[in-house]
T-cell receptor, first 112, second 110 residues
Framework: QKEVEQDPGPLSVPEGAIVSLNCTYS??????FMWYRQYSRKGPELLMY????GNKEDGRFTAQVDKSSKYISLFIRDSQPSDSATYLC????????????FGQGTTLQVKP | NAGVTQTPKFQVLKTGQSMTLQCAQD?????MYWYRQDPGMGLRLIYY???????DKGEVPNGYNVSRLNKREFSLRLESAAPSQTSVYFC?????????FGPGTRLTVT
């Protein structure tokens, strides 16, 4: 069993929809939870990160972490065609080591 | 600032050939990383370097070697390429949770 599981999709939604992307994990030692966005044929880029449990909002994006359920989510409100990309969750035990464990990535397409 | 650069962008090798993937960063980061990305597998860490002069194995190090040439440069070497090493390779730099990725090298081993 992988330490981090993510539904690979693909996920196709109409423009303006609310998108929910999710990951589950098995290692309770994870403390830092990240979402990276990767456009086609590009390298990933950090979108958001959360430390421990709770919510974090940045514009149309909201990241949620539920450590009791070992479940993290990324919500995208008012989705735009420019949001079409692969979204990878990533987790780390500490902020120092940089040893990130990535999920498989979910491919999202937002149709105009 | 160029960020993280990688060369080459594409490469085709025959089984048994060797090659070195080059990576450089201009953000003065101590830590650098090499990942591979395969369909359905996400990104997997091959090797990382926490600082100049140190390297350590990641999740999938077999068949690879690395060199941290200086603070800017971190290279990945395939000594005897195998078809199982067909993948997209990403170099990254940065500390902790925020890593900056290069554009990737698409490697095919036939």
């Amino acid at each position: 069993q992988k330490e981090v599981e993510q539904d690979p999709g693909p996920l196709s939604v109409p423009e303006g929809a609310i998108v929910s992307l999710n990951c589950t994990y098995s290692n309770s030692a994870f403390q830092y939870f990240m979402w990276y966005r990767q456009y086609s044929r590009k390298g990933p880029e950090l979108l958001m990160y959360t430390y421990s449990s709770g919510n974090k909002e940045d514009g149309r994006f909201t990241a949620q972490v539920d450590k009791s359920s070992k479940y993290i989510s990324l919500f995208i409100r008012d989705s735009q065609p420019s949001d079409s990309a692969t979204y990878l969750c990533a987790m780390s035990r500490s902020s120092n080591t940089g040893k990130l464990i990535f999920g498989q990535g979910t491919t999202l397409q937002v149709k105009p | 600032n160029a960020g993280v650069t990688q060369t080459p962008k594409f490469q085709v090798l025959k089984t048994g050939q060797s090659m070195t993937l080059q990576c450089a960063q201009d953000m003065n980061h101590n830590s650098m990383y090499w990942y591979r990305q395969d369909p359905g597998m996400g990104l997997r860490l091959i090797y990382y370097s926490a600082s100049e002069g140190t390297t350590d194995k990641g999740e999938v190090p077999n068949g690879y070697n690395v060199s941290r040439l200086n603070k800017r440069e971190f290279s990945l070497r395939l000594e005897s390429a195998a078809p199982s090493q067909t993948s997209v390779y990403f170099c990254a730099s940065g500390g902790g949770y925020e890593q900056y990725f290069g554009p990737g090298t698409r490697l095919t081993v036939t």
